[in-house]
């Protein structure tokens, strides 16, 4: 049905509220980049207005450290941009301390515990290869 896929790979070893919360930052990081993901806000039965969802699924998968650091090589080999988050923004409280902390780091050194991209289905799953479905 879509031509596109909307992924994020988490690392394996992150606690649950890490992965929720790194899920939750990238997903933003999307939607900012692709505002033509988000489709039309939701009305209840009482008429009651909820925001706008993506109009598409968001497959998350898990990796290693080691396959994490390829899938974020190989996003920029292609130049896909994605939306990224480094262990080290887990000390900071602030989105002008996460970049100020993020700028440290390039992808040789950057430990990524997450990364989100959206693009053609096909080149998604070459990117992505190696992650697995998240339990």
Sequence with gaps: MFETKFAIVLRDDLA???K???TAFLTSGI????PGIIGEAYRDADG?????????PIIVLSSDQETLGK??????EREITSSLYIEEMFSTGHDAANR????????ADAKVVGIAIHADK???DKITKGAR???
Excluded: C, D, E
């Excluded at 939607?31 to 692709?34: G, I, V």
């Excluded at 009651?48 to 598409?56: D, E, G």
């Excluded at 899938?71 to 920029?76: G, P, S, V």
């Design 16 to 18: 649950t509220w890490q």
């Design 48 to 56: 009651n207005v909820y925001n706008p969802l993506s109009i598409q």
């Design 122 to 124: 096909k080149l998604i």
């Design 31 to 34: 939607t900012a980049q692709k």
């Design 71 to 76: 899938i974020h090589r190989r996003t920029l």
């Design 20 to 22: 929720l919360n790194v």
């Design 133 to 135: 479905m998240h339990p």
């Design 100 to 107: 100020a902390v993020f700028a440290q780091f390039g992808p």
